[in-house]
């Protein structure tokens, strides 16, 4: 079992910067990467970035060269440093925890970035 807490998110003006913290607690082993998503209101959930075991990333295009994701393997912590804030970034994200074939998928209770002009 996994227990993700996702912290971080904010009010932000267009063009500002926010940092998203996901720490995780529990039995890591079969864990393959570590992600964050978003729902925006009225869309489906959508991957922003992932993070594999082995550190290798990947990002949604609408978000290449603005976010990125790390983790600090020592504080069990992934986090989402976003710049270049956007409106269409307006979301609940939501730290994620799973394996490859999906037989362990883990959730957090989501933290709420909302842009505002």
């Known amino acids: 079992q996994v227990h993700l807490v996702e912290s971080g998110g904010d009010l932000v003006q267009p063009g500002g910067s926010l940092r998203l913290s996901c720490a995780a607690s529990?039995?890591?082993?079969?864990?393959?990467?570590m992600g964050w998503y978003r729902r925006a209101p009225g869309k489906e959930r959508e991957l922003v970035a992932r993070i594999t075991s082995g550190g290798s990333t990947n990002y949604a295009d609408s978000v290449k060269g603005r976010f990125t994701i790390s983790r600090d393997n020592a504080k069990n912590t992934v986090y989402l440093q976003m710049n270049g804030l956007k409106p269409e970034d307006t979301a609940v994200y939501y730290c994620?925890?799973?394996?490859?074939?999906?037989?362990?998928?883990?959730w957090g209770q989501g933290t709420q970035v909302t842009e505002y002009l």
């Open positions: 529990g039995n890591f082993q079969s864990i393959n990467y």
């Open positions: 994620n925890a799973a394996t490859w074939n999906q037989k362990y998928d883990y």
